[in-house]
């Protein structure tokens, strides 16, 4: 396994990403890597971990994409030279098999949808993320690639999801749900309700639709594969999240307010561990960009190296587990199906 | 203050309802209650509330609007004679200060809007939330009633919000943040964008405009107003309950696997009733909806009688304060300044 790496990407860059490819490695002892950034940086850095420095390449790049350029800005300035385009473009070159970065988001959608494009019935990309849930993971999706996306494209991203669930959950009929309001009066907003229809229909498929899920269920796992267009996905990850960090700060200052508490605590100890383990962002790590001729990863820009490690995994199984082709042939068969029901319909007419 | 109740609403209906108006009257004794629904079940049980009883002023009603009942399907079987229907109605005489319910939301929402009507330069109502935060409390709005609002009907919820937080929490000039997502390359539906340089562009107003904040900021607490339309305000509460539920239920699953963890749970159990309080949904239930001729909370259906003497409080305080003057007097201004504006620009061009 190749794993291309824009070894500049987020907020610590190679002091981070290096150490979390390393321990990447002593998870998958298989894995190789491109890597791509500024010299100067990296190689002081890469001398200190021979393992890792044994089963890499390195080159060198001038440009660095900064995580508050806009995407247009980098394509401009880092279209051909930088850690980031570079990194991509290793994969549409087949040079790797997956590739990742904590680079800014934006300019790390735009590059790859300029390198890799789109494949070809897939109009816009998706970015999938793990939610973690009371009985284990779905896969949601999307997290802010596709602000607004219409029927055909909620569609395709439930596809390309249940696609995701299978290669990652090992699941045969992964449970696919449309994120809705609950509100009876407003139920559905036309392209949602559109969407369901076609799910619906949808016969000998490998997914199973559930129907509407609503803002309780992403926590609850109701389904394996929660859709909504890019700009509720990404307003529910991040409530959730901060929702994550409020009840922390809550947690902890009623665990130090008294000596009670404080001797609870530290009896409790490692049940707290436990819990925070859980809670712990980091181990969700990971972004997949989706829906383009090669796969991408997205870790956060302000993981650590443990994060960056999971999100490479992440990138690793879904790989191993043949997405890209798992998505094509969904993909084809839908295709095939909607043209045959076009077709009926069509001797329907002339009859 | 008269307060109108619809005693059927709710999943337990007069069971959870009356006893909450019980509590509330223990914190507020002046209130007194215009108390709607159907006779055999109501009255039993205020008999066995005298106090209540005492301040009150009962009507029967014979249809109650059911839980699942379509909008539509309510206004036509409850208009005139349901107990929701006719708890609003006695806002509009003016026999109540505001009308609590726990029932349907969407009939709720249809009966009030067709009873009260929308204020004059309002163009679709809002349901605004209080929302916890690591700071403290912030009213967020629209929870569900206008789904894909324009830029108008942001600034519209915007201003009604500010003016619900300068009731509810004695700010002077209360921030106000739009909610958007964090990716550069997409930042800004045009409607947000537009209605953000509306807000900046509001001068001598009750209002400190703060900019766009994402999901993250709602538990922080950054700003004390946090506009969004209502697809996307329904799923970020919803999202937010789910996480809290999600992490109880690890939380209880960690205190209670090992003999140190309970020993632990039950020496910090003050502390662990402190939190479980602080993240008890009771607390903060209640909708206000916005931008009608009247005051209608709504309780949450499945709320205790602790949650509903909350909602109800939560009138009561709305009221006192005088909301709704308060509205009218921010958008008035608002569109004085909008006037004048307009006016100038015209006779810029004449010039």
Redesign the interface.
């Known amino acids: 396994m190749k794993i291309s790496v824009d070894v500049m990407g987020g907020d610590k860059g190679p002091a981070m990403v290096l150490p979390g490819l390393n321990l990447l490695l002593t998870r998958q002892p298989s894995a190789e890597f491109l890597l791509f950034g500024e010299k100067e940086k990296v190689l002081p850095i890469l001398e200190g971990l021979p393992d890792l420095k044994a089963v890499s390449h390195f080159t060198h790049c001038e440009v660095t994409v900064a995580m508050?350029d806009?995407?247009s800005q980098a394509l401009r300035s880092g279209r051909g030279k930088s850690s980031m385009w570079l990194a991509i473009e290793a994969v549409k070159k087949g040079e790797a098999d997956f590739c990742i970065s904590a680079g800014?988001?934006?300019a790390l959608?735009?590059m790859s949808k300029f390198c890799l494009r789109t494949m070809n019935n897939i109009e816009r990309p998706a970015i999938a993320a793990i939610w973690?849930?009371?009985k284990g993971e779905s896969v949601v999706l999307d997290m802010?690639?596709t602000?607004?996306a219409d029927a055909q494209q909620l569609v395709d991203f439930a596809l390309m999801g249940g696609a995701m669930a299978r290669a990652l959950f090992d699941l045969e009929k992964p449970s696919i749900g449309l994120?809705n309001?609950?509100?009876?009066?407003?139920k559905g907003?036309e392209e949602i309700r559109t969407a369901g229809r076609i799910l619906r229909d949808l016969e000998d498929h490998a997914l199973d639709y559930f129907g509407f899920v609503?803002?309780?269920?992403?926590?609850?796992g109701t389904v394996d594969v929660v859709v909504?267009e890019?700009?509720?996905g990404?307003?529910?990850?991040?409530?959730?999240?901060?929702?994550?960090?409020?009840?922390s700060?809550?947690?902890r200052s009623?665990?130090t307010?008294?000596w009670?508490?404080k001797?609870?605590?530290?009896?409790?100890?490692?049940?707290?561990d436990?819990?925070r383990e859980?809670?712990n962002p980091s181990k969700v790590n990971g972004g997949v960009f989706l829906g383009l001729n090669g796969i991408v990863i997205k870790s956060h820009g302000g993981a650590d190296s443990e994060g960056f490690a999971s999100a490479t995994e992440l990138g690793y199984k879904i790989v191993e587990n043949d997405l890209l082709k798992k998505i094509k042939s969904d993909m084809a068969g839908y295709d095939i199906q909607m043209k045959q029901e076009a077709d009926q319909a069509q001797e329907g007419t002339s009859k």
Do not use: H, W
């Not at 309001?181 to 407003?186: I, K, L, P």
């Not at 529910?236 to 409020?246: D, F, R, Y």
């Open positions: 508050d806009k995407p800014n988001t934006g959608m735009a973690p849930t009371v802010g690639a602000i607004g994120l309001v609950g509100v009876e009066e407003v907003l609503e803002g309780t269920d992403l926590g609850k909504t890019g700009f509720t990404n307003i529910a990850l991040k409530t959730a999240e901060g929702t994550a960090k409020q009840i700060s809550y947690l009623a665990m307010r008294t009670r508490a001797l609870g605590y530290l009896l409790a100890k490692p049940a707290f436990r819990l859980k809670m």
